[in-house]
Nanobody, 121 residues
Framework: QVQLVESGGGLVQPGGSLRLSCVAS????????MGWYRQATGKTRELVAR???????VYTDSVKGRFTISRDNAKNTVYLQMNSLKPEDTAVYYC???????????????WGQGTQVTVSS
């Protein structure tokens, strides 16, 4: 059983910062890509940022220059540092990870339960 647990959401004023964390635990052989998605009320879930096990990170255009994704492989953790937050960043943020549970097994997508980020004055 694999679990992803997010933390760090909350209410922040426009221009403020938050740091999200997501820890993967359970029966894990290997973690490949990790990422953050978000879903605002009435909208579809969208990719915010993604970081592979090696290679280039990817950001959606609206967060480039403001958000930074990073990971600590020793801790099975991915972070999202969010600066210069705007009201339009308000959403539930979900952690995603591509994980294999056995050597040679097919990697699968796993999701966290989501953490609310609200940007408002």
């Amino acid at each position: 059983q694999v679990q992803l647990v997010e933390s760090g959401g909350g209410l922040v004023q426009p221009g403020g910062s938050l740091r999200l964390s997501c820890v993967a635990s359970g029966s894990i052989f290997g973690i490949y890509a990790m990422g953050w998605y978000r879903q605002a009320t009435g909208k579809t879930r969208e990719l915010v940022a993604r970081i592979p096990s090696s290679g280039k990170t990817v950001y959606t255009d609206s967060v480039k220059g403001r958000f930074t994704i990073s990971r600590d492989n020793a801790k099975n953790t991915v972070y999202l540092q969010m600066n210069s937050l705007k009201p339009e960043d308000t959403a539930v943020y979900y952690c995603n990870a591509v994980i294999s549970v056995v050597r040679g097994g097919t990697p699968n997508d796993y999701w966290g339960q989501g953490t609310q980020v609200t940007v408002s004055s």
